[in-house]
């Protein structure tokens, strides 16, 4: 929630050097915000360079089953607000701090310890109905239209390092830079959202969240579950009540407002709890003594749920005893074969334990329930690589991605799997879509070229990537369209031949 208030205290505190921009970005050079529209278009490509750093800082968790999950309820409520002018993507950062922030265009980045921190499905719907309330009512844009003096591809820039240097705690020295400006600008707290920002966002983010069929008390629910943190001293505030603050008369007023809406009593998703489990092991530092983690669920005599169940077994994968995890996901598969993730933790965990045909079986069987589900295909294919069947990998990696658009990871993976299939060409062009969706056009064209110098593609191949190359070069700056006649670069490392 504190990105977007970055982006005005960057702006705010004056140009930004040009050492902190990053090569290859297909951002345009939009000028002075104050007196310039800052266009959709312009949001998106912002948002997109950010998180492609964030990607390759490795602070975004690339868990299929997680994104599923944050996708599907991100959309669930953004459906509800009906406003098509943006595109929504939510993931999930590997960060145990209680935050989520809204990105331009559209990103939304929740922290895992956000989830972990959440009590209930309603909970952690009304963070994010309240982030996407500040996206449609577009106070990122007003409030760079009314602080900025800056150029606003700079502080972008800028503020990926800080959000950056944040999850990976390295001092660099843009990263220390922009840290010093933002505690000279510290007194100036309006720099965060307005509080009528932040009342619009509840009110309308109430509304979503109620029109999604949540409890809207939810909200506020999570409101005084954070008031509640930060105890008598005041210390180790949340990162969320830095950007919000949570007043007991803000309390009062989204508790008021949700008591008027319609209530709900649907029980949380089975994924909730089960996702939940995900992120808390991916918040842990890498020293957690993770055999202890959901002990209890292992005693006879304890009445664990399942979501326990599932977590232990996880936590024992995870510390690498793959066969105590199998058993235990084993049971819960069979007592609730329609969950998709208790099938992909158990593929996972006979992999793990060099079960790869057993492996093999058990996500055929899963395929065969849950069609071109994207969880299921990608760890069935990730299991048909180990068994030295990248061609099938292949094939269904195609199957699932020319009916539901992948993530930047899974284009790589798709990538992956062509080239060890001996697939080359189509390696380039799978790569290419992987930096498409990462926002570097550049390179993008760069991979079709090489996919054009392969030897032996027939003439639908070459059409296709004549055709891509066409189409990708309409949406560069006109200056870098018309000087686009470099050379393909090499071979990118882990991917495309």
Do not use: C
Request: glycine share 8%; charged share 20%; aromatic share 6%.
């Amino acid at each position: 929630m504190r990105a977007w208030s970055l982006i005005l205290l960057l702006l705010a505190a004056g140009p930004v050097p040009a050492a902190a921009q990053t090569a290859g970005s297909e951002l345009p050079d939009i000028g002075t915000p104050a007196s310039q529209a800052l266009s959709l278009a312009d949001e998106y490509k912002i948002g997109l360079m950010i998180v492609r750093q964030l990607r390759e800082a490795g602070q975004i968790i690339e868990d299929p089953e997680i994104n599923e999950y944050l996708q599907a309820l991100g959309m669930r409520l953004a459906s509800q607000a009906h406003e098509g002018a943006h595109r929504f993507t939510f993931f999930a950062v590997r960060d145990p701090a209680i935050n989520a922030f809204a990105l331009p265009g559209g990103f939304i980045g929740v922290n895992a310890g956000l989830v972990t921190a959440t009590r209930n499905e309603a909970e952690l719907a009304g963070v994010l109905a309240h982030e996407i309330a500040h996206v449609t009512q577009r106070h990122i844009a007003r409030s760079i239209q009314n602080a900025s003096r800056a150029n606003l591809a700079s502080a972008a820039a800028l503020l990926a390092a800080i959000l950056i240097g944040a999850t990976t705690s390295v001092p660099t020295d843009v990263v220390m830079g922009g840290v010093t400006a933002a505690q000279g600008m510290a007194a100036q707290s309006q720099i965060n959202y307005t509080r009528s920002n932040e009342a619009e966002a509840d009110r309308i983010g109430i509304g979503i969240l109620a029109a999604a069929g949540f409890d809207p008390v939810g909200m506020p629910e999570f409101f005084g579950t954070m008031q509640q943190r930060l105890g008598g001293a005041g210390r180790n505030i949340p990162d969320l009540l830095r950007s919000h603050p949570v007043t007991s008369e803000r309390i009062a007023e989204t508790r008021d407002r949700a008591m008027r809406m319609p209530r709900s009593n649907a029980p949380d998703s089975t994924g909730y709890a089960l996702v939940r489990d995900r992120l808390l092991l991916e918040a842990l530092p890498d020293d957690a003594r993770l055999r202890d983690l959901f002990a209890t669920a292992q005693s006879a005599d304890y009445p664990s749920t399942d979501a326990e169940q599932y977590g232990r077994a996880l936590a024992l994968l995870r510390a690498g005893s793959p066969d105590e995890a199998i058993e235990m996901l084993k049971a819960l598969r069979d007592r609730r074969p329609d969950v998709t993730l208790y099938h992909t933790a158990l593929g996972q965990a006979q992999l793990a334990a060099g079960q790869v045909e057993t492996s093999r079986a058990t996500l055929e069987d899963a395929m065969r329930l849950f069609p071109r589900n994207v969880p299921v295909t990608v760890r069935y294919a990730e299991t048909l690589m180990r068994d030295g069947d990248a061609k099938r990998a292949h094939l269904v990696l195609l199957d699932l991605f020319n009916n539901v658009p992948p993530t930047a990871e899974q284009a790589r993976f798709t990538a992956i799997a062509a080239n060890a299939a001996g697939d080359v060409a189509d390696s380039y062009y799978y790569m290419s879509e992987y930096h498409v969706i990462s926002g570097d056009l550049t390179l993008a064209i760069n991979q079709l070229k090489l996919a054009q110098a392969v030897p032996g593609i027939n003439t639908v191949q070459r059409e296709r990537f004549d055709a891509r190359i066409r189409e990708l070069q309409e949406y560069l700056p006109k200056g870098r369209r018309a000087r686009e006649v470099a050379e393909p670069q090499g071979p990118e490392p882990g991917g495309s031949g």
